[in-house]
């Protein structure tokens, strides 16, 4: 046996709870890994919310850190006792968890366990959303929301060590210290910031605006950029964007849009391993620092969401067994 947190219904984060379940046997191709630490990341939120469908009862959690405990039939290339990360686990805020051998991530020496769960989907997206989503180059002016954020820190780093001009929003006095520590060239409060993006940029706008935030951003996001910019919009803390006109792409200067999710740009292993590799090496060199800003017992996965939702965190928010 072993804990995990189960929601039987959907709703707040209230219906988290912490049960005793079996502990899981890895079918072929998998990995059992006693988890050291899981990641909390909003996709956990919409899933327990019913923003996304999902079977209840349900156990959170994609993104998680451990130990290689068992291995299932046909698995090549790890031991027992290999230490490993993923952000495509099952079922991860759990004491063990169950991770496809080809999704399993290894975790470089000078990498600690913290650090390891912290760092592949929030990595991960930041990776995916330069190199991919909108490929960013020297030069460049960028605009990102939640500068203080899991993601937004580790992108404003990315950002800047591709010579970008790096702008983000955050809403406190202690965010904005955050983001110009990961290296913001301007930190912007949400009021108004399409309006000091032209400002800052003769009028011009942004290459690209990379929008976390959703519902709340959206308009100005747009109106942000510069002609044939592009909105990269990876998530909606704030809620869903409502359907809009695609005429006001048009409208605004022959804009693009993209809507990318994290597992389009992990189509293989090889895929997931440059990018991995690369996070991780930057981290182990020192190159890219990560920031846990919260962690909680895993009993207490109810309060990391309400923080998490109410954007009461910096950084990354991670759960111990």
């Given at each position: 046996?072993?804990?995990?947190?189960?929601?039987?219904?959907?709703?707040?984060?209230?219906?988290?709870e912490l049960a005793?379940?079996?502990?899981?046997?890895?079918?072929?191709?998998?990995?059992l890994?006693?988890?050291?630490?899981?990641?909390?990341?909003?996709?956990?939120?919409?899933?327990r919310s019913?923003?996304y469908?999902?079977q209840y009862?349900?156990?959170?959690?994609?993104?998680?850190?451990?130990?290689?405990?068992?291995?299932?039939?046909g698995?090549?290339?790890?031991?027992?006792?290999?230490?490993?990360?993923?952000?495509?686990?099952?079922?991860?805020?759990?004491?063990?968890?169950?991770?496809?051998?080809?999704k399993?991530l290894?975790v470089?020496?000078?990498?600690?366990?913290?650090?390891?769960?912290?760092l592949?989907l929030?990595?991960?997206?930041?990776?995916?959303?330069?190199?991919?989503?909108?490929?960013v180059?020297?030069?460049?002016?960028?605009?990102?929301?939640?500068?203080a954020?899991?993601?937004?820190?580790?992108?404003?780093?990315?950002?800047?060590?591709?010579?970008?001009?790096?702008?983000t929003?955050?809403?406190?006095?202690?965010?904005?210290?955050?983001?110009?520590?990961?290296?913001?060239d301007?930190?912007?409060?949400?009021?108004?910031?399409?309006?000091?993006?032209?400002?800052?940029?003769?009028?011009?706008g942004?290459?690209?605006?990379?929008?976390?935030?959703?519902?709340?951003?959206?308009?100005?996001?747009?109106?942000?950029l510069?002609?044939?910019?592009?909105?990269?919009?990876f998530?909606?803390?704030s809620?869903?964007?409502?359907?809009?006109?695609?005429?006001?792409l048009?409208?605004?200067?022959?804009?693009?849009?993209t809507?990318?999710?994290?597992?389009?740009?992990?189509?293989?292993?090889?895929?997931?391993?440059?990018?991995?590799d690369?996070?991780?090496?930057?981290?182990?060199?020192?190159?890219?620092?990560?920031?846990?800003?919260?962690?909680?017992?895993?009993?207490?996965a109810?309060?990391?969401?309400?923080?998490?939702?109410?954007?009461?965190?910096?950084?990354?928010?991670?759960?111990?067994?």
């Amino acid at each position: 046996m072993t804990h995990a947190i189960l929601a039987r219904q959907s709703g707040g984060p209230e219906v988290l709870e912490l049960a005793e379940v079996d502990r899981p046997v890895p079918g072929p191709g998998q990995l059992l890994i006693k988890v050291a630490a899981a990641g909390v990341n909003f996709i956990d939120t919409y899933k327990r919310s019913g923003v996304y469908k999902v079977q209840y009862p349900f156990t959170p959690g994609s993104e998680a850190s451990g130990t290689v405990e068992e291995l299932g039939d046909g698995v090549s290339g790890f031991s027992a006792g290999d230490r490993v990360a993923t952000a495509e686990g099952v079922n991860c805020y759990a004491g063990y968890a169950l991770v496809d051998a080809d999704k399993a991530l290894p975790v470089p020496r000078g990498v600690d366990d913290y650090t390891a769960a912290a760092l592949p989907l929030q990595g991960i997206t930041a990776h995916y959303l330069i190199n991919s989503s909108f490929k960013v180059e020297e030069g460049q002016t960028v605009l990102l929301h939640a500068g203080a954020g899991g993601v937004g820190l580790l992108l404003i780093q990315l950002l800047k060590a591709k010579g970008a001009h790096v702008i983000t929003t955050v809403s406190t006095d202690e965010k904005e210290a955050l983001a110009r520590g990961a290296g913001a060239d301007h930190v912007l409060r949400y009021d108004g910031f399409a309006a000091k993006v032209r400002e800052l940029t003769d009028g011009a706008g942004a290459h690209v605006v990379y929008d976390g935030v959703g519902k709340d951003t959206f308009d100005d996001s747009l109106a942000a950029l510069r002609i044939r910019g592009t909105l990269v919009l990876f998530g909606a803390a704030s809620g869903p964007v409502p359907p809009f006109d695609p005429q006001r792409l048009n409208a605004g200067g022959s804009l693009y849009l993209t809507r990318p999710t994290i597992t389009h740009f992990l189509r293989d292993a090889r895929e997931r391993r440059w990018r991995s590799d690369e996070l991780f090496a930057a981290v182990a060199d020192g190159s890219l620092k990560v920031r846990i800003g919260a962690r909680y017992d895993l009993a207490d996965a109810a309060a990391a969401h309400t923080d998490l939702e109410q954007r009461r965190t910096t950084g990354k928010v991670i759960l111990v067994p």
